[in-house]
């Protein structure tokens, strides 16, 4: 596909913080323009002037270049509040070609008529023809025959009877436009010849297709994907879930990782395969193939997806990727907010902090970490003067603690401060006091590390040297003494 003509729009609302459904809809609309070689638009619908906010806005724009749609990619943004005046002629001109009228009535009049509080607008208003005045809203005069048919590349043909749409508003009492009337007027403006959005949309669908008919103008072709649920397939909520994009990125989610599994939510690569390069989903990917059927957000499976995507890695990016949980205040806050990351300060001073001794066990903290945030405890030992000792695992380990004496005095007779050395000593003191290897290292590893578990230890005893790790068990020996 390629027609530089189409154009799409994602269009989120400054009003809290980037959900990952933002994030889905925002990736299908940026994949398809793409393929065809058409543009996005950014749009900011803003109105909500009691919600909206400045840094929700450049907090959209951020996550937005996290996931790699940068403002090279994009038209705008473009602001909704900037359009005022052209929902302001739209809504005259439905008035004036009759296509729309205003209403007085109240909910507590249209309960009063029907007898039911559950009754929807029964049209009172229709045929008064009011006038514009304060407090009257102005609806959308609805076809009271036939059928209206949205054409969606996902789901068919989805029909509506036109006699079960109510006369719907489209301008408020105070004159300003709802989301139905702004969003087509936007659209129309903007050229937009696909809409992209998911399924909780779709009622919408032939109200403003109406508008887009009534207006003059020909609908966009529409694609409403399937909406995200949770693991008790509830649709996903702020107020429940955990769904603000930045929490994952701040928690180490590689956007990399992030894009293939949003993508995967309601469709599928070729051949029996997840994991693949944005260049084969971009080269694949069909509207037509998203399944219709609610998309399964699954926490651990991102997260294993994450995990392959860190080991996947040269080592060079790896330790790029975890500098910003790594350097704490050598990076400064404004620094930290421009690159998006929002994760704590590390518990180690400053000028503890060696790049050059993190490098040495990079590789090994690679293979064995899912999330960035995760380097942390795997290598805090390196970088602070004492450990805090788990009281659990030192429980656990202080049964063979008795070996420690005797591990110290191997450990000082040793010529070279090596891995393999090390763990021949270790080993030799084990077998003396009938423990096994992994016996015997248990309660050296919680005296050094503070953890009963944690990047191999040997290799660890090397990086970490010999003076501070002897410092290290000679004070656990003793505490195992008292």
């Known amino acids: 596909m390629s027609d530089s003509r189409i154009r799409l729009r994602f269009a989120p609302s400054p009003t809290g913080m980037f959900h990952v459904g933002n994030a889905r809809s925002l990736l299908l609309n940026w994949v398809v323009a793409r393929q065809s070689g ?39 943004p ?5 359009y005022a005046a052209e929902h302001a002629k739209a809504a005259q001109q439905l008035f004036d070609t009759g296509k729309a009228y205003y209403c007085d009535c109240t909910r507590d009049g249209v309960r009063a008529r029907s007898g039911s509080q559950y009754a929807g607008y029964d049209g009172f208003c229709s045929d008064r023809s009011l006038d514009a005045a304060e407090g009257r809203a102005l609806r959308f005069r609805t076809p009271d025959v036939g059928v209206t048919v949205v054409k ?6 989805p029909t509506f009877e036109n006699r079960l749409i109510e006369d719907f508003v489209i301008a408020r009492g ?57 693991e008790k397939r509830q649709k996903l909520s702020k107020r429940r879930d955990k ?65 392959e995507y860190i080991r996947a890695l040269s080592i060079e990016e790896f330790i790029a990727a975890c500098a910003p949980w790594l350097t704490g205040p050598f990076v400064t806050a404004a620094e930290k907010a421009e690159a998006g990351f929002g994760v704590s300060v590390p518990p180690w001073q400053p000028d503890a902090y060696d790049p050059a001794m993190f490098a040495r066990l990079a590789p090994l903290a ?16 390196l970088f602070l003067d004492t450990v805090a ?21 191997a450990f000082e007779a040793l010529p070279t401060w090596e891995a393999e050395p090390l763990k021949e000593a270790l080993l030799a003191v084990g077998e003396a006091h009938g423990l096994k290897l992994g016996k015997a290292q248990a309660p050296v590893r919680v005296a ?14 090397e990086v970490l040297g010999r003076e501070r790790t002897l410092a290290r068990l000679r004070a656990a020996a003793a505490r195992a003494a008292v």
């Not at 950014?42 to 996550?63: F, N």
């Not at 000792?389 to 005095?409: F, G, H, N, Q």
């Open 152 to 157: 969606d590349l996902v789901r068919g043909e």
């Open 38 to 76: 058409g543009t996005l638009v950014l749009r900011i619908e803003d109105t909500d002037a009691e919600r909206s906010r400045p840094e929700w806005t450049e907090g959209i724009v951020r996550a937005m270049a996290w996931l790699g749609v940068g403002p090279e990619e994009y038209e705008g």
């Open 366 to 381: 690679q293979t064995r970490i899912s999330l960035l945030s995760e380097i942390v405890p795997n290598v805090d030992f």
């Open 243 to 307: 769904v603000a994009l930045e929490m994952y990125r701040d928690e180490g989610f590689l956007a990399s990782a992030m894009r293939n599994y949003l993508m995967l939510l309601g469709w599928a690569p070729s051949g029996d395969r997840e994991i693949v390069p944005w260049s084969v989903i971009e080269d694949e990917f069909r509207l037509g193939q998203v399944n219709s059927a609610p998309a399964f957000f699954d926490l651990k499976k991102l997260t294993a997806f994450n995990g």
């Open 448 to 461: 050094v590390t503070g953890r009963s578990v944690g990047l191999p230890l040997f290799e660890s005893l």
């Open 78 to 82: 473009l602001f909704q509040s900037s």
């Open 174 to 230: 105070d004159g300003s436009p709802v989301f139905l009337l702004a969003n087509v007027v936007d659209d129309i403006a903007m050229g937009i010849t696909h809409v992209i959005r998911a399924e909780e949309h779709l009622p919408n669908a032939p109200k403003q297709q109406l508008l887009w008919q009534a207006l003059g103008h020909q609908p966009p072709t529409w694609a409403h994907t399937p909406i995200l649920v949770n």
């Open 389 to 409: 000792m788990d009281e659990a695992s030192w429980a656990k380990a202080s049964k063979d603690a008795r070996v420690l004496p005797d591990v110290i005095a």
